[in-house]
């Protein structure tokens, strides 16, 4: 079993910036890919950041030059740091990860519950 546990959402006036925190922890040999996605109201969700190894950071369109994704590999956290905020970028956000949870298991692919982010005009 894999927990994902988000933080940092809130609301802010557009044009302000959000650092959204995630942690994993239970049965994690190692943390392949961790990533985020968003729910905006009435939309799909959509991955908007992911990243790998170093240097591997990968965003949406929307987000290119806004948002910057990190991990602290040593504690199982992502981070998403987001500027510039607009009112699209309203939703629920929530972290992935695509976890090992011993060296000879397949990867699961694990969601956490979310966070809102509320940007207003």
């Known amino acids: 079993q894999v927990q994902l546990v988000e933080s940092g959402g809130g609301s802010v006036q557009a044009g302000g910036a959000l650092t959204l925190s995630c942690t994993a922890s239970?049965?994690?040999?190692?943390?392949?890919?961790m990533g985020w996605g968003r729910q905006g109201p009435g939309k799909p969700r959509e991955r908007v950041a992911v990243?790998?190894?170093?240097?591997?950071?990968r965003y949406v369109d929307s987000v290119k030059g806004r948002f910057t994704i990190s991990r602290d590999n040593s504690k199982n956290i992502v981070y998403l740091h987001m500027t510039g905020l607009t009112p699209d970028d309203t939703g629920t956000y929530s972290c992935?990860?695509?976890?090992?949870?011993?060296?000879?298991?397949?990867?699961?692919?694990?969601w956490g519950q979310g966070t809102q982010v509320t940007v207003t005009a």
């Open positions: 992935y990860a695509s976890v090992k949870s011993s060296a000879e298991s397949i990867l699961s692919a694990n």
């Open positions: 990243m790998e190894g170093p240097g591997s950071a």
């Open positions: 239970g049965m994690i040999f190692s943390i392949p890919t």
